[in-house]
C-alpha cells in the first residue's frame, strides 16, 4: 500500500493545493505552493524511511503490490522497486522539491492549478519508475504527459502551443508503437503459455524468436529514444525545453528524460537482451551521433535554455551509449551520469529561470558581465558549467568517464569520437559561461535570494559529494548485471 | 437447395420472442401513442417528455433483457427476419441513449421557433426505430427496410428549420446521397442473392460454392456495392464528402442524431452482416476494407486540421473514428468474434459519449449566442478561455476531447486500446500504422481546442445573461455525471465490458 499511497498521496495533495489556494481556513491562509512543498518534503521522506527500513534485499525487483484491474484482459495493478527505480525515485523527490523552489515567484497566475499539474506529473513518474504491469507502464506513462503538457502550454513562454503540441504528439506517437508492441508481448505469452499475461516477471521468462523479437524491441526502443531523446527523434526537445516554464524545463530535463534512459534499461535491454545486443551498433551509433551533434548545436544557440536543452541531447547520448555496451563499468555510468546530469541540467534551467526573472531574456546577447553585480550568480554558473563539461570532482565526471571506460571495450571506435564530445561539451559551457557573467556589464542584476542560494547550493553540494564519493550510488546500484 | 435446408426455420411467433422483443415492440407501440397523443392535443412540452418516457422505457426494458439470461449464448431468432444477442440489446442501449440525449438536447433548440414541434420529436423516434430495426436484423431484407426508415426520417430532421441558411441544401444533399446509397445496396443485395440464393445474413455466402466460377465475380461486386452503401451512411471515406455540409446544415440536436444513432446502427448492422456471413474469409473483401479504412483514418484527420467549425471538426473526426473502427472487421477466425464484439461495443460507447458531452457544450454555447442575437455555429474560438469561467463544462469538454483522442484516464483509450489488441490479433500493420499515425495527426487538432479552453482571454460570452451560475443545477447534474462516468469507465472498463462477456 506504500506505494500507492505515495502516488496518490501526491495527486491528492496536488488537488488539495489546487483547490485551497488563497483561500483562509482557520486563520491560516493556505497557499499552493506550501501545501505543495509540504507534502511533497512528506511524501519523500516517507518513501526515505520505507525504503531505508525495509528488509528486502532491493538487488531483485521486490513486488509492493499486484491486484487485479482489468481481469478480462488480466491485467494488474502491479508495483515493484528495486535499486535502479529507487535511485531514480529520490531523484525525482530532490528535483519536485527543486521545481516547487524555482515556481515559488516566478508562478503568480493560476497557481492552484499549476501546482496541481506539477504534483500530478511527479506521481506518473513515480508511476512509471515502479510500475512492472506494462499496461499500468503505459497508463503512467501517458498520465505523466498530460498535466506537463499542461505546464508548457499554460505557463509556457510566447510560442508555447507550438512547443506543447509538438511535445506531445512526439510522444504520443512513439508510445503508440511501444503500445503495439506491449500488445504483441501479451499474445506471445498467450500464445506460450495460454493465457495473457502484462506482467514484467512473466514477460522475462517468455522465449521469443528473434526476428520477432526485432521487431518488438524496436516498438520499445523508438518510444524511449524519442523521450531520451537521441537523434534523430529529438527535434522537440529544444522547442519544449525552451517554451516551458522554469519548473518545467528542470522537470522535463531532470526527471522526464531519465524515463526514457530507465525503459531502456529496464525493458529493452532485460526483455530483449539478444535483440539489443544485435541492435548494439545502430544504437550506439545513434548515441554518439547525439553526443556530437548535441555539443555541435549547443555552441550554435544564442539562447540560454536552447543551449542548454542541446546540450541534454549530448548528455544522454553517453547513456544511451553505455546502456547499449552491456557491461558493469558502462552501467554504473549510465546510472551516475542519469542523477548527475539530472541535478546539473536541473541547477542550469533553474539559473536560467533566475536570469529570465530578472531581465526578461533567455538570449544570450542581452547577457553579460553578470558577475560584476552578482558575484554569487556567477559563482555558481561557473560551478555548474563545470558540472555539465565534466570537471573532475563533480558528479558528472564520474558518470561520464565510467560510461567511457565501460563503453571502449566494446565499441573502442565509437568511444574515442563520443570523447571529443566531452571537448565540445567545454567550448560551449565556457560560451555560456563567458556569454553570461564575462564581458562588458549590460545591465546590473540583482545577486541571488536566501531561496535561490538554497536552490543553486544544494544542487552543487550533490553535485560535489556525488562527484567526491560516488560510491553512494555505486554501491547501491551494483549487481544488477551479475 | 441444400443450403436453404441449413437455415432454422422458424415461423412460429412463441412467448418468449415476444419477451425478447419487446423494447423494439415497445418503442413502435409508443410511437403509435404518439400519433394518437398529438391528434388528442399538441403541445411540444408534452410531446417532448413523452418521447423521453419512450426511449426511457426502451432503455431499461433492454438493459433489463440484458442482465437475465434469456438471450445468453447464440441468441433469439425471431423469424428468419429478426435475430437478437446481447451485442444487439446493447446496441439498441446505447442508441436508446443517445436518443434521449438528443431528444433532451432539442427542447432548447427548438424553442426559438413559434410553431409547435410533434413531428420533429415523431421523426427522432422513427430514426430510433429505424435503427433498432437494424440492430435486430438478420435479414437484408429487414434490413433494408431500417435502413430505409432511418434515411427518410433523418432527410426530414436535417432540413427540419427550413428557413436556415444551410438547412435546405444539407437536406437535399443527404436525400440524395442517401437515396444513391440506398439503391447501391439494393444492387448490391440483388447480386449477392444471385448468388446464395437467399437473403438471409445467416446464409455463409463464402461456403456457398454451387455456382460456376465466372458467376462468383457477382458476389464479390455485390458485397462491394452493398459496403459502399454502408460506407455512404458511415461518411467512410471515398463516401464521405457529404458529411462535413450535412453535419454544419442540420440543426444541432440532429447532428449528433446523425454521429451517434444513424452510425452506430449502421455500423452494427455491419458487423452483424460480415461476421454471420464470413466476409472475414474473403481475401477481396479485405483488401477494400483495408483500403477504405486507411483512406478514411487520412482524410478524416487531416481535413479536420484546419476545420473552425465544431461540427464540421466532429464530421471529420468522426470519419476518422470509424475508419479506426473497421479494424473489427478483420478477425483472424471465427474464436475471436465475441472479442472482436466487445471491443467494437466500448469503442462506439466511448464514442457516444464523447460526442454526447462535446455536444451539450456546443448547444449550450449555441444558447448563448443566440441570447446575444448571434445565430451561427459555434467556434472554437467560442470556448477561449472556458476553463477559468465555467470550470465543470470546460472539463467535461476536455475529457471528451481526450477521449476521441484515445489519451488514457478516458474511455477512448481502452476503446483505442482494444482495437489495437484486435489489430494485433489479425496482425493487420498496414491498420496498426494508420491508427498510429492517424492518432498523431488526430492530436494536432483535437490539442488545440484543449489549448484554447486554456487560452486566458476576456469572458468572451457575454455574461450578463448569467450573473453568477451559468448552468442551472440539472444539466450541471448531468454534466458531471458525464465526467464521472467517462473517467471511471476509463479507469474501470471492467465494470462495462462484464456486460458483454
Avoid at chain 2, 381 to 410: C, K, N, Y
Wanted: charged share 10%; proline share 3%; aromatic share 14%.
Amino acid at each position: 500500500m506504500m506505494l500507492t499511497f505515495i502516488i496518490f498521496g501526491l495527486l491528492l495533495s496536488g488537488s488539495v493545493a489546487w483547490v485551497t489556494d488563497n483561500k483562509v481556513f482557520a486563520g491560516i491562509k493556505f497557499q499552493a505552493k506550501w501545501v505543495s512543498l509540504l507534502s511533497v518534503l512528506a511524501l519523500g521522506s516517507y518513501f526515505l524511511l520505507l525504503v531505508y527500513f525495509s528488509n528486502n534485499n532491493f538487488q531483485q525487483l521486490q513486488l509492493f503490490e499486484r491486484v487485479s484491474w482489468i481481469s478480462s484482459l488480466n491485467i494488474d495493478y502491479a508495483l515493484a522497486l528495486d535499486t535502479l527505480s529507487i535511485t531514480l525515485i529520490v531523484l525525482t523527490f530532490i528535483l519536485a522539491v527543486v521545481c516547487i523552489l524555482v515556481s515559488w515567484e516566478e508562478i503568480q497566475e493560476k497557481s492552484g492549478f499549476y501546482y496541481f499539474n506539477l504534483l500530478a506529473t511527479f506521481s506518473g513518474v513515480i508511476g512509471v519508475f515502479s510500475a512492472v504491469d506494462m499496461f499500468l507502464f503505459f497508463f503512467f506513462w501517458e498520465v505523466m504527459l498530460i498535466p506537463m503538457t499542461a505546464i508548457i502550454a499554460i505557463w509556457g513562454h510566447e510560442n508555447r502551443y507550438f512547443a506543447a503540441v509538438k511535445f506531445f504528439i512526439f510522444t504520443q506517437v512513439s508510445s503508440l508503437l511501444m503500445l503495439v508492441a506491449i500488445i504483441a508481448m501479451a499474445y506471445i505469452h498467450q500464445q506460450q503459455t495460454g493465457v495473457m499475461s502484462f506482467y514484467y516477471q512473466d514477460w522475462l521468462t517468455l522465449d521469443i524468436k528473434i526476428d520477432v523479437a526485432q521487431y518488438l524491441m524496436l516498438g520499445f526502443f523508438i518510444a524511449f529514444a524519442v523521450k531520451l531523446p537521441s537523434v534523430p527523434f529529438h527535434s522537440w526537445l529544444p522547442d519544449a525545453h525552451t517554451q516551458a516554464p522554469t519548473a518545467g524545463s528542470v522537470l522535463l530535463a531532470g526527471i522526464l528524460l531519465k524515463t526514457g534512459a530507465y525503459g531502456l534499461i529496464r525493458f529493452v535491454i532485460f526483455l530483449f537482451p539478444q535483440a539489443s545486443e544485435n541492435f548494439a551498433p545502430i544504437a550506439a551509433t545513434l548515441a554518439v551521433i547525439s553526443i556530437l551533434y548535441g555539443a555541435k548545436m549547443a555552441f550554435a544557440q544564442s539562447d540560454f535554455k536552447r543551449l542548454v536543452a542541446y546540450s541534454s541531447i549530448s548528455h544522454m547520448g553517453f547513456v544511451m551509449l553505455a546502456i547499449f555496451s552491456f557491461n558493469e563499468i558502462a552501467y554504473q555510468g549510465a546510472i551516475v551520469t542519469m542523477v548527475a546530469h539530472g541535478l546539473s541540467s536541473a541547477a542550469l534551467f533553474s539559473l536560467a529561470g533566475m536570469i529570465y526573472q530578472r531581465i526578461h531574456s533567455r538570449n544570450l546577447d542581452d547577457m553579460g558581465g553578470f558577475w560584476q553585480s552578482a558575484p554569487r550568480m556567477g559563482g555558481f554558473g561557473l560551478a555548474f558549467a563545470a558540472a555539465a563539461f565534466g570537471l573532475p570532482g563533480l558528479a558528472n565526471f564520474v558518470g561520464e568517464f565510467l560510461s567511457l571506460v565501460g563503453a571502449f571495450q566494446v565499441f573502442p571506435i565509437m568511444v574515442v569520437f563520443a570523447s571529443l564530445g566531452l571537448i565540445g561539451s567545454a567550448i560551449y559551457g565556457m560560451l555560456l559561461f563567458q556569454k553570461t557573467f564575462q564581458g562588458v556589464p549590460l545591465q546590473q542584476v540583482q545577486d541571488l535570494s536566501v531561496r535561490e542560494f538554497i536552490i543553486c547550493g544544494s544542487l552543487l553540494g550533490l553535485l560535489v559529494v556525488l562527484g567526491l564519493y560516488p560510491n553512494i550510488i555505486l554501491g547501491y546500484a551494483f549487481g544488477v548485471f551479475a | 437447395m441444400n443450403q436453404v435446408e441449413n437455415i432454422v426455420e422458424v415461423t412460429v411467433f412463441t412467448a418468449e420472442m415476444f419477451v425478447v422483443l419487446s423494447p423494439i415492440l415497445f418503442l413502435s407501440f409508443g410511437i403509435v401513442l404518439a400519433l394518437l397523443l398529438i391528434a388528442w392535443q399538441r403541445s411540444q412540452k408534452m410531446i417532448a417528455v413523452f418521447s423521453q418516457v419512450i426511449l426511457v422505457f426502451t432503455l431499461l426494458l433492454s438493459i433489463h433483457l440484458l442482465s437475465g439470461n434469456l438471450l445468453s449464448g447464440e441468441g433469439v431468432q425471431i423469424t428468419t427476419l429478426l435475430k437478437v444477442d446481447q451485442f444487439s440489446y446493447l446496441s439498441l442501449s446505447l442508441l436508446c441513449l443517445s436518443a434521449l440525449a438528443v431528444v433532451s438536447l432539442s427542447g432548447q433548440a427548438l424553442k426559438s421557433q413559434i410553431e409547435v414541434h410533434d413531428e420533429y420529436y415523431l421523426l427522432i423516434l422513427l430514426v430510433t426505430l429505424g435503427a433498432a430495426i437494424l440492430v435486430a436484423s438478420d435479414h437484408f431484407a429487414s434490413m433494408f427496410l431500417g435502413f430505409e426508415l432511418l434515411s427518410i426520417s433523418l432527410v426530414g430532421l436535417v432540413g427540419y428549420f427550413r428557413e436556415h441558411k444551410y438547412a435546405v441544401e444539407a437536406g437535399f444533399k443527404y436525400l440524395i446521397l442517401s437515396a444513391t446509397a440506398s439503391s447501391f445496396m439494393l444492387l448490391g443485395i440483388a447480386f449477392i442473392y444471385s448468388q446464395t440464393g437467399n437473403l438471409s445474413f445467416a446464409v455463409n455466402s463464402a461456403a456457398v460454392s454451387w455456382s460456376p466460377v465466372p458467376l462468383q465475380l457477382f458476389n464479390s461486386v455485390g458485397i462491394l456495392l452493398f459496403f459502399s452503401g454502408i460506407a455512404f451512411k458511415l461518411s467512410l471515406a471515398p463516401f464521405h464528402f457529404w458529411a462535413p455540409d450535412v453535419y454544419e446544415g442540420a440543426p444541432t440536436p440532429i447532428t449528433l442524431l446523425m454521429a451517434t444513432v444513424s452510425k452506430v446502427a449502421m455500423f452494427t448492422v455491419l458487423i452483424k452482416c460480415c461476421f454471420s456471413q464470413g466476409y472475414y474469409n474473403n481475401e477481396y473483401f479485405i483488401d477494400v476494407i483495408i483500403i477504405v479504412a486507411l483512406l478514411s483514418m487520412f482524410v478524416g484527420n487531416t481535413l479536420a486540421l484546419k476545420q473552425q467549425n465544431i461540427k464540421r471538426l466532429i464530421a471529420y473526426s468522426s470519419i476518422a473514428h470509424f475508419g479506426y473502427l473497421l479494424i473489427i472487421l478483420l478477425i483472424s477466425s471465427e474464436q475471436s468474434i465475441d472479442f472482436a464484439w466487445q471491443s467494437a461495443l466500448f469503442y462506439l460507447s466511448a464514442y457516444i459519449l464523447a460526442n454526447i458531452s462535446i455536444f451539450t457544450i456546443v448547444m449550450a454555447y449555441e444558447k448563448e449566442l443566440s441570447q446575444n442575437a448571434q445565430e451561427r455555429d459555434v467556434r472554437i474560438d467560442d470556448w477561449q478561455s472556458m476553463f477559468w469561467h465555467r470550470r465543470t463544462e470546460a472539463v467535461l469538454l476536455i475529457v471528451s476531447i481526450l477521449s476521441l483522442a484515445g489519451i488514457p484516464l478516458t474511455m477512448g483509450f481502452i476503446g483505442k486500446f482494444y482495437l489495437l489488441n484486435q489489430a494485433v490479433i489479425s496482425q493487420s500493420w498496414w491498420l496498426v500504422s494508420g491508427l498510429v499515425i492517424g492518432s498523431g495527426i488526430g492530436l494536432a487538432y483535437y490539442l488545440p481546442i484543449i489549448f484554447t479552453v486554456f487560452k486566458p482571454g476576456e469572458k468572451h460570452m457575454l455574461k450578463s445573461h448569467h450573473p453568477k451560475g451559468v448552468l442551472v443545477a440539472s444539466p450541471r447534474i448531468f454534466i458531471t455525471l458525464l465526467i464521472i462516468i467517462s473517467f471511471y469507465l476509463g479507469v474501470f472498463p471492467d465494470s462495462f465490458s462484464q456486460y458483454i462477456m
